[in-house]
């Protein structure tokens, strides 16, 4: 049979993630989201409230509680994935959890994906700030025009014209795109269409202050903000 507990070697730091949303990350919730009633524009932070949520981070940085996602790597704490997926359960039960420790979606997908096979120029200047929780970034993948859950059919073009990437196409639900800390997109493309099926895509790296990123507004998931 599978054995599917966590190790003996995760449980003092699941202990100190519980400890730390609830001495942290608890008190600060109500204040956070009061602060943040009636803004604007609601994918942007109200006076206040980035301040709350540094004060959490500061905290999880003083304990060592930060960027424990990465597996195996230098800069993480080398969990295994079932070990993570305890603590994950942990974070799901906060919203501001799992930020405040640097180990919030999207991020932690593209931090690791930098981590692993970013050149060294690409790591110093996105995996180091994202790595500091100073940025934020998305990952774009999904087309309004095609069936997204199958990645083959992605249509957006790249192409590679006098030395510069020119992409055309449009992504939706992008979490965290509408962030005004978002600077970073994993964009996922095709280079190569002629090229057999699962060899035709690539991701490329768009800062999001791009000539010609437009983003064009937030998208809601059965009547509730989301991506
Ligand atoms: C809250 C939220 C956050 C998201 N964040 C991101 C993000 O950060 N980045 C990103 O890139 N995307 C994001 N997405 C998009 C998500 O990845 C896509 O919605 C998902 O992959 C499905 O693609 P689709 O919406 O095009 O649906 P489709 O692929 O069109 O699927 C619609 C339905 O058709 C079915 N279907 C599809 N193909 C077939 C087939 N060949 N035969 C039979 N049935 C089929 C599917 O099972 C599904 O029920 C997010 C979505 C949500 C809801």
Redesign the pocket.
């Known amino acids: 049979m599978n054995q599917l507990a966590m190790s003996e070697k995760a449980q003092p730091l699941l202990d100190a993630v519980i400890a730390h949303i609830r001495d942290n990350v608890d008190p600060i919730t109500e204040e956070f989201h009061k602060l943040g009633e009636g803004r604007a524009d609601r994918w942007s932070h109200a006076p206040g409230q980035l301040e709350l949520l540094e004060t959490a981070k500061e905290k999880a940085r003083e304990s060592g509680l930060w960027n424990f996602f990465l597996p195996d790597s230098e800069t993480g704490e080398g969990l295994s994935n079932l070990d993570y997926a305890y603590i994950a359960a942990e974070l799901g039960k906060n919203p501001l959890a799992s930020e405040t420790m640097n180990c919030s979606a ?1 991020d932690t997908g593209n931090m690791e994906v930098l981590e692993r096979i970013g050149t060294a120029e690409q790591k110093e200047k996105w995996l180091k700030p994202l790595l500091a929780g100073e940025i934020r970034s ?5 087309e309004p025009n ?5 990645a083959k059919n992605i249509s957006t073009s790249a192409v590679l014209e006098n030395g510069e990437w020119v992409i055309n196409g449009e ?1 939706f ?4 795109a509408g962030d005004p800390r978002c600077k970073i997109m994993i964009t996922m493309v095709k280079t190569s269409p002629d090229a057999e099926t699962f060899k035709q895509q690539s991701q490329i790296l768009v800062p999001i202050n791009t000539p010609g990123v437009e983003i064009l507004g937030p998208m809601h ?1 059965f009547g509730h903000d ?2």
């Open positions: 999207p998305a990952y774009a993948m999904s095609v069936a997204s859950s199958d992504k639900y992008i979490s965290g998931v989301d991506a």
